[in-house]
């Protein structure tokens, strides 16, 4: 077996001749049998290809193009007669091409190795995996079976056929199989299925198989990298193919001569020099399940029946449902840390863990923790945020997809990856399980190892380069080894599909209808097909959307514009009121806007509307956030202290409140702060102890008149003279 990987010190070189078939299986004829291509290339290109013992074996599709899954294998004996090249081919790996030079005949092809998604170590251990096995050992089994029972129809013997070396070779291999030590068994079980393709692919192979055709399995095969999926493909192919072979042929042949004379059963003909039996397994097969489908089986219902209230006796207590517990209140009073306001987005998101801490959510479905709609900065990523630094201890330890990007037909490969063959196939979709499961399973890694920095820091490193090869598509390479970068990732400690996530979509208004598509099958089924066939687990998802859906007529409202473009003002008492209508009127567009089956699993009870602020709120944005924040930032950076007057906070709560400004949302509050107070202490720092600031000095933010006669007001800073 030669040596996995892609240039440098690996035995096969980056580049090789690739040899391209219109009319033959996918890794065209094999072992101890000649290949004869058919091309015009120079002298030099011969000698090279004497020089490369490696080549790819593909077919070429109706429209020219090259299938793009092979079979990278060895040239032996190069014979050329003419344009005629003969040689013998022993395969070895699966490839997916880069791209392809010269492509008349023969081309050289940049290739790169297709990786298995390994066997998760919970199927390894899970009962189903053994099944599988002795599933795979059976159906073989049987096949050779079926094999042998031609053997006299043909100029061949079975024994010729099952002798070879390579058949031999991958015979003991099933045949050594350890069902009791499926870890073993699953470590190499990549190499054994592509072994058993390669032996259904071998000349002598193919008149067994009758009208069944094997180019389209093996490709659905060859690029299957879900090596369990795999497993399961190759099985049903074998079952599939005993069924299709006839077990008796002399009694084939001659009912075929029979129904030749006779007239009778025309459709019954000879294929490839087998005559197909009246008596083949698949009216056996049917009868099998005629008589499954007869039998009279108890029906048991899903859920035990419902108990009645007359069923319970003692004392009935009413309760408290609005009461809340310890964990609520904690939830809570660490929102308020992010939040100001937005009772009903705490109330969804505490309601949202609530459900989950109790175990009463569908665990095979995502939990949607809410469908976030109102104007522009009042909150909505910002919840998100909070629930994130909750969950996982990170703020940013979410998948944030903005769907601003999500507006094009075919965007959603972003999301779920690129078809094979275009570009892009290899890179990792934002939703693969590895994307979702990373923050939740780097804050695993960090508590586990916060005592032992340096393993951290080591395992850290590890897990960037294994991301790092995982986008190119290659083997990681590890103290100077090669190694298949997603394995390495379970050896530390990833389990895929058991890690909380949390997915934003942002805008989600903006997306085009195949995302609404794609995530509809998402909440609906809890799996995920990606483009590389690896299924996504997301039964520990948690969605949320976020819609800025009638953002521009919240705006006009909240900054006080009339309709017919005058300026109102917008009293404090009519604050419910002006909310009332925002969620209304916003309800309403996105029952006009988006697809009703999105809503509908979506949830109108999901759909919260985050409120504009008021003179209050804007208030504790100030001295709850903006300001301690820049209080913090001041003694950390540069240990300078800072405290303001009440008038300062004033002066820029009406800054906050002017109509344009308002319409920003929180975002406004700390526009105010760089423009009012940043700007102004950043100056003074720089000057320093020419009239400036320094270490240790500190300083209170107040208001006076300007000196300029008109009467209104600016901030003005005052340093606290030391005491001598």
């Not at 008349?104 to 251990?125: C, H, M, R, S």
């Not at 060859?222 to 999926?229: A, N």
């Not at 208001?703 to 800073?717: A, H, L, M, P, T």
Request: hydrophobic share 40%; with cysteine; charged share 25%.
């Amino acid at each position: 077996m030669p040596k996995r990987g892609k240039g440098g010190d690996s035995l096969i070189p980056d580049t090789l001749p690739l040899f391209m078939t219109s009319d033959s299986p996918i890794f065209s004829g094999v072992y101890g049998n000649p290949i004869i291509v058919q091309a015009e290339i120079s002298e030099e290109f011969e000698k090279r290809l004497n020089e490369k013992s490696y080549c790819v074996i593909a077919t070429m599709l109706d429209n020219g193009r090259v299938y793009p899954v092979g079979m990278m294998g060895e040239m032996l004996y190069l014979t050329r007669d003419g344009n005629n090249f003969t040689f013998n081919f022993f395969g070895y790996s699966r490839v997916m091409f880069r791209f392809a030079r010269e492509t008349e005949g023969i081309a050289e092809v940049l290739w790169l190795y297709l990786f298995d998604i390994p066997v998760p170590l919970e199927k390894i251990n899970h009962p189903s995996f053994k099944i599988a096995l002795e599933e795979l050992k059976a159906s073989f089994d049987g096949w050779m079976e079926c094999v042998k029972s031609v053997e006299k129809g043909f100029p061949w013997q079975a024994d010729q056929f099952f002798h070879l070396p390579f058949a031999q070779s991958i015979i003991r291999s099933i045949q050594n199989i350890d069902v009791e030590k499926p870890e073993v068994a699953a470590d190499e079980l990549s190499f054994k299925l592509d072994g058993i393709m390669n032996l259904l692919n071998l000349p002598k192979a193919q008149p067994l198989l009758g009208d069944v055709g094997l180019l389209i399995p093996s490709l659905a095969i060859l690029q299957e990298q879900d090596v369990f999926r795999r497993l399961e493909m190759v099985i049903a192919f074998l079952q599939h193919l005993q069924i299709y072979i006839p077990f008796d042929l002399d009694d084939a042949q001659k009912d075929t001569k029979d129904a030749g004379k006779n007239g009778e059963d025309e459709g019954e003909q000879p294929i490839n020099g087998v005559a197909v039996s009246k008596k083949t397994p698949i009216v056996a097969n049917r009868a099998l399940v005629e008589e499954e489908l007869n039998k009279i089986r108890e029906v048991k219902p899903r859920f035990s029946p419902l108990k009645q209230p007359e069923e319970f006796s003692g004392q009935l207590i009413t309760l408290d449902t609005q009461k809340q517990s310890g964990f609520q209140q904690s939830v809570l009073s660490f929102l308020d840390q992010y939040l100001v306001n937005q009772h009903y987005g705490k109330q969804q998101i505490v309601r949202v863990l609530v459900c989950l801490k109790a175990g009463l959510s569908d665990p095979e479905k995502p939990t949607v923790v809410g469908f976030f709609c109102g104007p522009t900065g009042v909150g909505k990523t910002e919840s998100i945020r909070a629930l994130a630094d909750f969950l996982i201890g990170d703020p940013l330890g979410y998948v944030h997809i903005s769907c601003e990007t999500l507006q094009g037909e075919h965007t959603t490969a972003k999301l779920i990856g690129s078809p094979a063959g275009y570009i892009g196939f290899r890179e990792e979709a934002a939703l693969s399980q590895w994307k979702l499961d990373k923050p939740h399973f780097l804050k695993m890694l960090r508590e586990k190892y916060k005592d032992n920095l340096n393993e951290l820091a080591k395992l850290m490193s590890e897990i960037g380069v294994c991301e790092t090869a995982m986008a190119a598509g290659q083997l990681a390479i590890l103290n100077k080894q090669q190694i298949n970068p997603r394995q390495h990732l379970q050896k530390l400690g990833w389990m895929p599909g058991k890690h909380i996530a949390i997915v934003l979509f942002d805008e989600i208004e903006k997306a085009h209808l195949n995302v609404f598509k794609l995530l509809i099958g998402a909440l609906n089924q809890g799996r995920l097909q990606l483009m590389n066939n690896e299924e996504v687990f997301l039964g520990n998802t948690m969605f949320a959307f976020t819609s800025n859906i009638y953002g521009k007529q919240i705006a006009s409202k909240i900054s006080g514009r009339g309709r017919m473009g005058f300026a109102v003002s917008l009293a404090a008492s009519n604050h419910e009121e002006l909310a009332e209508e925002i969620y209304r009127e916003t309800v309403g567009s996105l029952e006009r806007s988006l697809p009703p089956e999105i809503l509908g699993r979506i949830g109108k009870e999901n759909i919260i509307v985050f409120h504009p602020f008021t003179e209050s709120g804007f208030r504790e944005i100030l001295e709850l956030m903006e300001l301690p924040k820049l209080a913090c930032r001041l003694r950390d950076t540069r240990n300078i202290e800072l405290a303001i007057t009440e008038e300062a906070v004033k002066f820029l709560i009406n800054e906050i409140m002017e109509p344009v400004s308002r319409s920003l949302g929180a975002r406004a509050a700390a526009s105010v702060v760089d423009r009012k107070l940043i700007s102004s202490i950043s100056n003074l720092v720089e000057l320093g102890k020419d009239g400036g600031l320094v270490a240790g000095d500190s300083i209170i933010i107040d208001v006076r008149e300007k000196n300029d006669g008109s009467g209104k007001k600016e901030i003005f800073i005052k340093k606290v003279k030391r005491s001598s």
